[in-house]
């Protein structure tokens, strides 16, 4: 178990860019979450998949946000067009697809995001 | 909605003292709830959980936490904290009964220990 790892783990970019985020969840977890830190703030949910089906967004996921789980394996997280809004903590977890463990989730790093 | 509160933003111990960290939810049936630890920079780890069962759960790190229904509250405790346990407290509440598993979080307790 070599645990949820997240890349890169700093961005920095000029409002109007394009990012896109990483994550690699712990191997045999079926369902992925992404999450959105800001400052002095918990973790808001953004969207989830299980396997690589995305089960749910949250409004907080504006259209300029794209996530995918391609094979139902590492994830993406893209934002496109930049605004410094945008600026946070970006963390990914997973967790096993077995109902009692629903809500267990291991997290990752985070990305930190700097739009300036 | 379910909601997570917690009332404390700061709060300063000596080394050695006993901790409370409060925690307050909303949410019309039985909560998982959970505990996350976050170091400066770092993702969460989880300190504790309760889904059902024994009211007063065990953690990682000397940690425990009481769940009680009538309160509606999930404070954790150490009985003496150490240094290495300055960090920012995390509470939050799953929703056991829907499929997504996502969960709500408080707004975060940060903890500062004084030597």
């Known amino acids: 178990d070599t645990g949820v790892s997240q890349d890169p783990r700093h961005k920095i970019t000029k409002r109007g860019q394009n990012v896109t985020f990483r994550c690699d969840p712990i191997?045999?977890?079926?369902?992925l979450y992404w999450y959105r830190q800001t400052l002095g703030q918990g973790p808001e949910f953004l969207t989830y998949?299980?396997?690589?089906?995305?089960?749910?967004k949250s409004r907080l996921l504006s259209d300029r946000f794209s996530a995918e789980r391609p094979k139902g394996s590492f994830s993406t997280l893209e934002i496109q067009r930049t605004e410094q809004g945008d600026s946070a903590m970006y963390l990914c977890?997973?967790?096993?697809?077995?109902?009692?463990?629903?809500?267990?989730?291991?997290f990752g790093p985070g990305t930190r995001l700097t739009v300036l | 909605a379910q909601s997570v509160t917690q009332p404390d933003i700061h709060i300063t111990v000596s080394e050695g003292a006993s901790l409370e960290l409060r925690c307050n939810y909303s949410?019309?049936?039985?909560?998982?709830l959970f505990w996350y630890v976050q170091s400066p920079g770092q993702g969460l780890q989880l300190l504790l959980k309760?889904?059902?069962?024994?009211?007063l759960v065990q953690g990682i790190k000397g940690f425990e936490a009481e769940f009680k229904r009538s309160q509606s509250s999930f404070n954790l405790r150490k009985p003496s904290v150490h240094w290495s346990d300055a960090a920012e407290y995390f509470c939050?509440?799953?929703?056991?009964?829907?499929?997504?598993?996502?969960?709500?979080f408080g707004q975060g307790t940060t903890l500062q220990v004084k030597p």
């Open positions: 977890a997973s967790s096993p697809g077995r109902p009692s463990s629903y809500n267990e989730q291991f």
């Open positions: 998949f299980q396997n690589e089906a995305q089960l749910e």
């Open positions: 939050a509440v799953g929703d056991g009964s829907s499929n997504t598993g996502k969960l709500i």
């Open positions: 191997s045999e977890h079926n369902r």
């Open positions: 309760y889904f059902s069962g024994d009211t």
């Open positions: 949410y019309g049936a039985t909560p998982y």
